[in-house]
Protein backbone atom coordinates (compact mmCIF):
# COMPACT_ATOMS: atom_id res chain seq x y z
CA UNK A 1 0.00 0.00 0.00
CA UNK A 2 1.66 3.43 -1.35
CA UNK A 3 1.94 6.40 1.79
CA UNK A 4 2.17 9.81 0.06
CA UNK A 5 5.71 11.61 1.47
CA UNK A 6 6.11 15.39 1.55
CA UNK A 7 4.60 18.81 2.40
CA UNK A 8 3.18 21.61 0.83
CA UNK A 9 3.07 25.16 1.42
CA UNK A 10 -0.02 27.43 1.36
CA UNK A 11 -0.67 31.23 1.56
CA UNK A 12 -2.93 32.49 4.35
CA UNK A 13 -5.91 32.34 1.93
CA UNK A 14 -5.21 28.96 0.77
CA UNK A 15 -5.09 27.57 4.37
CA UNK A 16 -8.94 29.38 5.33
CA UNK A 17 -10.28 27.74 1.36
CA UNK A 18 -8.82 24.25 2.28
CA UNK A 19 -9.39 24.10 6.36
CA UNK A 20 -13.18 25.11 5.20
CA UNK A 21 -13.16 22.79 2.62
CA UNK A 22 -12.07 19.79 5.05
CA UNK A 23 -14.89 21.02 7.95
CA UNK A 24 -17.61 20.14 4.56
CA UNK A 25 -15.66 17.07 3.67
CA UNK A 26 -14.04 14.84 6.35
CA UNK A 27 -15.33 16.54 9.12
CA UNK A 28 -13.10 19.17 10.32
CA UNK A 29 -13.43 20.62 14.30
CA UNK A 30 -11.89 23.27 15.67
CA UNK A 31 -11.68 22.58 19.23
CA UNK A 32 -9.99 24.47 22.50
CA UNK A 33 -8.42 22.15 25.07
CA UNK A 34 -7.85 23.88 28.81
CA UNK A 35 -4.22 24.65 29.51
CA UNK A 36 -4.86 22.52 32.54
CA UNK A 37 -4.32 19.76 30.33
CA UNK A 38 -1.19 17.78 32.27
CA UNK A 39 1.55 18.20 29.08
CA UNK A 40 2.35 20.39 26.59
CA UNK A 41 0.85 19.40 23.14
CA UNK A 42 3.67 19.77 20.38
CA UNK A 43 3.41 19.47 16.59
CA UNK A 44 1.77 15.70 16.27
CA UNK A 45 -1.18 13.53 15.66
CA UNK A 46 -2.71 12.03 18.57
CA UNK A 47 -5.05 9.79 18.23
CA UNK A 48 -7.84 8.85 20.88
CA UNK A 49 -10.87 6.77 21.19
CA UNK A 50 -13.85 6.83 24.16
CA UNK A 51 -14.07 3.07 23.64
CA UNK A 52 -12.29 0.14 21.35
CA UNK A 53 -12.42 0.78 17.62
CA UNK A 54 -10.93 -3.28 16.66
CA UNK A 55 -10.92 -2.25 13.46
CA UNK A 56 -8.31 1.09 13.84
CA UNK A 57 -6.54 -0.21 15.87
CA UNK A 58 -5.70 -3.30 13.71
CA UNK A 59 -4.61 -1.14 11.18
CA UNK A 60 -2.67 1.33 13.41
CA UNK A 61 -0.79 -1.77 14.24
CA UNK A 62 0.40 -2.56 10.43
CA UNK A 63 0.98 0.49 8.86
CA UNK A 64 2.07 3.37 11.73
CA UNK A 65 5.77 2.70 11.42
CA UNK A 66 5.06 2.75 7.41
CA UNK A 67 2.61 5.82 8.32
CA UNK A 68 5.69 7.90 10.54
CA UNK A 69 8.56 7.26 8.65
CA UNK A 70 6.75 8.32 5.54
CA UNK A 71 6.26 11.88 6.95
CA UNK A 72 7.84 14.56 8.01
CA UNK A 73 8.25 15.38 11.99
CA UNK A 74 5.16 17.68 12.48
CA UNK A 75 2.92 15.11 10.63
CA UNK A 76 3.69 12.34 13.12
CA UNK A 77 1.13 9.96 14.60
CA UNK A 78 1.23 9.06 18.27
CA UNK A 79 -1.00 5.49 18.32
CA UNK A 80 -0.64 4.91 22.25
CA UNK A 81 -1.31 1.04 22.23
CA UNK A 82 1.91 0.75 20.55
CA UNK A 83 3.26 3.34 22.44
CA UNK A 84 3.20 1.40 25.83
CA UNK A 85 4.13 -2.02 24.20
CA UNK A 86 7.16 -0.64 22.76
CA UNK A 87 8.60 2.57 24.22
CA UNK A 88 7.37 2.60 27.74
CA UNK A 89 9.77 0.68 29.29
CA UNK A 90 12.87 2.81 27.92
CA UNK A 91 11.26 6.14 28.53
CA UNK A 92 10.02 5.14 32.35
CA UNK A 93 13.84 3.86 32.59
CA UNK A 94 14.82 7.32 31.45
CA UNK A 95 12.67 8.97 33.80
CA UNK A 96 12.99 6.77 36.27
CA UNK A 97 16.72 4.66 36.28
CA UNK A 98 17.00 1.85 38.77
CA UNK A 99 12.90 0.90 38.52
CA UNK A 100 11.94 -2.84 38.21
CA UNK A 101 11.06 -3.79 35.07
CA UNK A 102 8.80 -6.19 36.28
CA UNK A 103 6.62 -3.09 37.47
CA UNK A 104 6.46 -1.74 33.35
CA UNK A 105 5.71 -5.47 32.26
CA UNK A 106 2.59 -5.81 34.32
CA UNK A 107 1.76 -2.36 32.97
CA UNK A 108 1.76 -2.94 29.49
CA UNK A 109 -0.43 -6.25 29.83
CA UNK A 110 -3.43 -3.77 30.78
CA UNK A 111 -4.93 -2.33 27.88
CA UNK A 112 -7.68 -0.63 29.90
CA UNK A 113 -5.06 1.38 31.63
CA UNK A 114 -4.72 3.52 27.70
CA UNK A 115 -8.70 5.02 28.14
CA UNK A 116 -7.77 6.27 31.43
CA UNK A 117 -5.51 8.54 29.09
CA UNK A 118 -7.80 8.93 26.08
CA UNK A 119 -11.12 9.85 28.69
CA UNK A 120 -8.84 12.89 30.51
CA UNK A 121 -7.67 14.34 27.43
CA UNK A 122 -11.10 13.89 26.03
CA UNK A 123 -12.60 15.78 29.52
CA UNK A 124 -10.46 18.71 28.54
CA UNK A 125 -12.31 19.34 25.24
CA UNK A 126 -14.52 22.04 24.50
CA UNK A 127 -15.62 23.26 20.50
CA UNK A 128 -14.33 26.10 19.68
CA UNK A 129 -18.09 27.49 18.02
CA UNK A 130 -20.78 25.76 20.27
CA UNK A 131 -18.60 25.83 23.30
CA UNK A 132 -19.62 21.74 23.59
CA UNK A 133 -18.67 18.56 22.20
CA UNK A 134 -19.48 15.12 23.29
CA UNK A 135 -16.62 12.79 21.95
CA UNK A 136 -18.24 9.46 21.56
CA UNK A 137 -16.16 8.72 17.63
CA UNK A 138 -12.26 8.28 17.11
CA UNK A 139 -10.30 10.62 16.13
CA UNK A 140 -7.21 12.66 15.60
CA UNK A 141 -6.28 15.83 17.51
CA UNK A 142 -3.38 18.17 16.30
CA UNK A 143 -2.65 21.05 17.96
CA UNK A 144 -3.15 24.46 16.18
CA UNK A 145 -2.53 27.71 18.36
CA UNK A 146 -2.09 29.01 22.01
CA UNK A 147 -4.91 31.02 22.89
CA UNK A 148 -4.02 33.49 25.78
CA UNK A 149 -3.40 31.91 29.10
CA UNK A 150 -6.22 29.62 29.26
CA UNK A 151 -6.48 27.20 26.02
CA UNK A 152 -4.77 25.23 23.32
CA UNK A 153 -6.46 25.56 20.14
CA UNK A 154 -6.73 21.97 18.21
CA UNK A 155 -7.89 20.78 15.21
CA UNK A 156 -10.22 17.19 15.80
CA UNK A 157 -10.75 14.68 12.64
CA UNK A 158 -13.39 12.32 13.30
CA UNK A 159 -12.41 8.84 11.93
CA UNK A 160 -14.46 6.79 10.06
CA UNK A 161 -13.36 3.28 9.01
CA UNK A 162 -14.67 1.53 5.77
CA UNK A 163 -11.44 -0.90 4.55
CA UNK A 164 -7.83 -0.15 4.61
CA UNK A 165 -7.54 1.86 1.65
CA UNK A 166 -10.05 4.08 2.75
CA UNK A 167 -8.76 4.46 5.91
CA UNK A 168 -5.33 6.11 4.54
CA UNK A 169 -7.23 8.07 2.09
CA UNK A 170 -8.83 9.62 4.78
CA UNK A 171 -5.61 9.81 7.04
CA UNK A 172 -3.73 11.29 3.36
CA UNK A 173 -6.53 13.83 3.23
CA UNK A 174 -5.93 14.81 6.91
CA UNK A 175 -2.58 14.90 6.73
CA UNK A 176 -2.90 17.84 3.68
CA UNK A 177 -5.55 19.69 5.47
CA UNK A 178 -3.00 22.98 6.43
CA UNK A 179 -2.02 23.54 10.21
CA UNK A 180 -4.40 27.15 11.59
CA UNK A 181 -0.52 27.84 13.42
CA UNK A 182 -1.23 31.70 13.59
CA UNK A 183 0.33 31.60 17.16
CA UNK A 184 2.83 28.57 17.51
CA UNK A 185 4.18 26.63 14.50
CA UNK A 186 7.02 24.13 14.49
CA UNK A 187 10.20 24.87 15.03
CA UNK A 188 12.91 24.43 12.49
CA UNK A 189 15.74 22.05 12.58
CA UNK A 190 17.94 25.07 12.82
CA UNK A 191 16.04 26.87 15.19
CA UNK A 192 16.12 23.85 17.38
CA UNK A 193 19.75 23.38 17.33
CA UNK A 194 20.16 26.96 18.54
CA UNK A 195 18.25 26.07 21.43
CA UNK A 196 20.66 22.96 21.75
CA UNK A 197 23.74 25.69 21.68
CA UNK A 198 22.16 27.74 23.98
CA UNK A 199 21.50 25.69 26.33
CA UNK A 200 24.05 23.14 26.36
CA UNK A 201 27.39 25.01 25.01
CA UNK A 202 27.01 28.62 24.69
CA UNK A 203 29.16 28.63 28.50
CA UNK A 204 30.56 32.25 28.53
CA UNK A 205 29.99 36.05 27.00
CA UNK A 206 33.09 35.74 25.02
CA UNK A 207 32.35 32.85 23.16
CA UNK A 208 33.84 32.11 20.21
CA UNK A 209 31.65 31.70 17.35
CA UNK A 210 34.31 30.93 14.79
CA UNK A 211 33.51 26.88 15.41
CA UNK A 212 30.33 27.08 15.13
CA UNK A 213 30.28 24.50 12.45
CA UNK A 214 31.40 21.87 14.72
CA UNK A 215 29.99 22.69 17.73
CA UNK A 216 26.50 22.46 15.60
CA UNK A 217 27.60 18.78 14.88
CA UNK A 218 27.90 18.26 18.54
CA UNK A 219 24.62 19.88 19.26
CA UNK A 220 22.52 17.98 16.36
CA UNK A 221 24.87 14.61 17.66
CA UNK A 222 23.47 15.29 21.73
CA UNK A 223 19.81 16.04 20.06
CA UNK A 224 19.61 13.09 18.14
CA UNK A 225 20.81 10.80 20.54
CA UNK A 226 18.17 12.27 23.01
CA UNK A 227 15.44 12.51 20.83
CA UNK A 228 14.23 8.76 20.82
CA UNK A 229 13.71 9.23 25.05
CA UNK A 230 11.93 12.42 25.00
CA UNK A 231 9.49 11.66 22.63
CA UNK A 232 6.34 13.76 22.29
CA UNK A 233 5.12 16.25 25.24
CA UNK A 234 2.43 13.63 25.74
CA UNK A 235 5.09 10.99 27.23
CA UNK A 236 4.89 12.49 31.10
CA UNK A 237 1.55 12.52 30.98
CA UNK A 238 1.26 9.06 30.12
CA UNK A 239 3.87 7.96 32.11
CA UNK A 240 1.79 9.93 35.37
CA UNK A 241 -1.16 8.16 34.21
CA UNK A 242 -0.18 4.83 33.02
CA UNK A 243 2.11 4.10 36.46
CA UNK A 244 2.39 4.99 39.77
CA UNK A 245 6.46 5.80 39.62
CA UNK A 246 8.33 5.88 42.86
CA UNK A 247 9.38 9.45 43.78
CA UNK A 248 12.51 10.15 41.13
CA UNK A 249 16.00 9.64 43.28
CA UNK A 250 19.27 11.08 42.98
CA UNK A 251 21.86 7.80 43.07
CA UNK A 252 25.14 8.61 45.09
CA UNK A 253 27.86 9.09 42.20
CA UNK A 254 30.58 6.53 42.40
CA UNK A 255 34.08 6.88 41.07
CA UNK A 256 36.08 3.26 40.91
CA UNK A 257 39.46 2.93 41.53
CA UNK A 258 39.91 3.03 37.73
CA UNK A 259 38.02 6.32 37.28
CA UNK A 260 34.98 5.00 35.77
CA UNK A 261 32.00 6.79 36.95
CA UNK A 262 29.12 4.60 38.35
CA UNK A 263 26.01 5.17 39.30
CA UNK A 264 25.00 2.39 42.11
CA UNK A 265 21.34 3.37 42.38
CA UNK A 266 20.48 3.34 38.72
CA UNK A 267 21.75 -0.53 38.27
CA UNK A 268 24.77 0.30 38.65
CA UNK A 269 24.54 2.32 35.73
CA UNK A 270 28.31 3.36 34.02
CA UNK A 271 28.31 7.61 32.48
CA UNK A 272 30.61 7.29 29.82
CA UNK A 273 32.46 10.51 28.50
CA UNK A 274 35.86 11.33 27.02
CA UNK A 275 39.10 11.51 28.82
CA UNK A 276 39.22 14.93 28.75
CA UNK A 277 36.10 15.55 29.24
CA UNK A 278 36.50 13.49 32.74
CA UNK A 279 39.09 15.78 33.56
CA UNK A 280 36.97 18.71 33.57
CA UNK A 281 34.00 16.51 35.09
CA UNK A 282 36.73 15.17 38.11
CA UNK A 283 38.28 19.14 38.41
CA UNK A 284 34.37 20.73 39.27
CA UNK A 285 33.93 17.75 41.45
CA UNK A 286 36.95 18.95 43.39
CA UNK A 287 35.32 22.78 43.59
CA UNK A 288 32.36 22.53 44.97
CA UNK A 289 32.09 26.27 45.25
CA UNK A 290 32.69 26.59 41.82
CA UNK A 291 34.73 28.61 39.59
CA UNK A 292 33.99 30.60 36.48
CA UNK A 293 35.31 29.35 32.92
CA UNK A 294 37.86 32.68 32.89
CA UNK A 295 39.32 31.55 36.13
CA UNK A 296 40.45 28.34 34.98
CA UNK A 297 43.91 29.45 33.55
CA UNK A 298 44.86 29.57 37.49
CA UNK A 299 43.89 25.91 37.80
CA UNK A 300 46.27 24.71 34.63
CA UNK A 301 48.69 22.74 36.61
CA UNK A 302 46.17 20.89 39.01
CA UNK A 303 43.85 20.41 35.26
CA UNK A 304 47.23 18.21 34.15
CA UNK A 305 47.92 16.82 37.21
CA UNK A 306 44.26 15.25 36.98
CA UNK A 307 44.88 14.17 32.66
CA UNK A 308 48.25 12.98 33.72
CA UNK A 309 46.78 10.76 36.41
CA UNK A 310 43.81 8.91 34.45
CA UNK A 311 44.87 9.34 31.01
CA UNK A 312 46.90 6.31 29.11
CA UNK A 313 48.66 8.76 27.05
CA UNK A 314 52.36 9.69 26.93
CA UNK A 315 53.08 12.34 24.73
CA UNK A 316 52.88 14.90 27.55
CA UNK A 317 54.00 17.67 25.02
CA UNK A 318 50.90 16.89 23.43
CA UNK A 319 48.83 16.43 26.35
CA UNK A 320 49.74 19.98 28.01
CA UNK A 321 48.90 21.78 24.58
CA UNK A 322 45.20 19.69 25.09
CA UNK A 323 44.93 21.86 28.78
CA UNK A 324 46.51 24.77 27.42
CA UNK A 325 43.44 24.94 24.83
CA UNK A 326 40.65 23.93 27.81
CA UNK A 327 41.75 27.14 29.70
CA UNK A 328 42.20 29.35 26.88
CA UNK A 329 38.99 31.78 27.31
CA UNK A 330 39.55 32.58 23.70
CA UNK A 331 38.79 29.12 22.01
CA UNK A 332 35.66 26.68 22.74
CA UNK A 333 37.28 23.68 24.53
CA UNK A 334 36.04 24.14 27.75
CA UNK A 335 32.42 24.61 25.83
CA UNK A 336 32.78 21.19 24.30
CA UNK A 337 33.97 19.52 27.50
CA UNK A 338 30.95 20.87 29.22
CA UNK A 339 28.38 19.76 26.50
CA UNK A 340 29.84 16.08 26.31
CA UNK A 341 29.68 16.28 29.90
CA UNK A 342 25.63 17.03 29.72
CA UNK A 343 25.06 14.67 27.27
CA UNK A 344 26.66 11.88 28.88
CA UNK A 345 23.88 12.41 31.75
CA UNK A 346 20.93 13.18 29.89
CA UNK A 347 21.27 10.91 27.15
CA UNK A 348 20.76 8.31 30.21
CA UNK A 349 18.39 9.36 32.44
CA UNK A 350 16.08 12.67 32.86
CA UNK A 351 17.53 16.06 32.99
CA UNK A 352 15.36 16.12 35.89
CA UNK A 353 17.68 14.23 38.02
CA UNK A 354 20.89 15.09 35.50
CA UNK A 355 20.84 18.56 36.15
CA UNK A 356 22.29 18.10 39.47
CA UNK A 357 25.63 15.87 38.03
CA UNK A 358 26.62 17.68 34.67
CA UNK A 359 28.25 21.75 35.26
CA UNK A 360 25.61 24.34 35.56
CA UNK A 361 25.53 28.04 35.29
CA UNK A 362 25.25 30.88 33.34
CA UNK A 363 27.39 33.21 31.55
CA UNK A 364 27.86 35.59 34.55
CA UNK A 365 27.68 33.19 37.49
CA UNK A 366 30.13 30.42 38.58
CA UNK A 367 30.19 27.49 36.98
CA UNK A 368 29.49 24.18 39.33
CA UNK A 369 28.08 20.78 39.80
CA UNK A 370 25.40 20.76 42.37
CA UNK A 371 25.33 17.37 43.45
CA UNK A 372 25.74 17.21 47.11
CA UNK A 373 29.29 16.10 48.32
CA UNK A 374 27.38 13.48 50.31
CA UNK A 375 26.67 11.81 47.60
CA UNK A 376 29.80 11.15 46.21
CA UNK A 377 31.72 7.78 46.76
CA UNK A 378 35.20 8.62 45.50
CA UNK A 379 37.24 5.02 45.79
CA UNK A 380 40.23 5.86 43.58
CA UNK A 381 41.10 9.08 45.64
CA UNK A 382 40.94 11.74 42.36
CA UNK A 383 38.62 13.99 44.03
CA UNK A 384 39.16 13.40 47.70
CA UNK A 385 43.28 13.17 47.83
CA UNK A 386 44.98 15.44 45.44
Known sequence: ????????????????????????????????????????????????????????????????DKLNKNHDESHQLLYLPSYVENELLSVVKYNRPGIDNGVIETL????????????????????????????????LLHIDDSIGSYHYRFSLYPLKYEDDRQFLQLLESIFNVPFYDWGIRQSTREERLENVLESAIRETPDYDWADKCSITNLAYEIQ??????????????????LIKLPEAKLSPLLITPDYRIVMPAYNNMEIEMPTLSKVVFFFYLRHPAGLRFKELID????????????????????????????????????????????????????????????????????????????????????????
Do not use: W
Open 1 to 64: MEIEKGMKYYSISQKEELRKKASDTIGLKEVYIDRKLPFKPEYKYYYIEPYRHPQINDFFRLYL
Open 299 to 386: YRDELLQIYCTISNRENLVRMKQSIDELVDSTRNSINEKCSRIRAAFITRFSDDLAHHYYITGSSSTLKRITLDRDMLIDKSGIITYR
Open 108 to 139: KSNVSQVYIVYNQIISHIVEVSTGDLKIDFPC
Open 224 to 241: ERIKKLQLMGVSDFVIRN
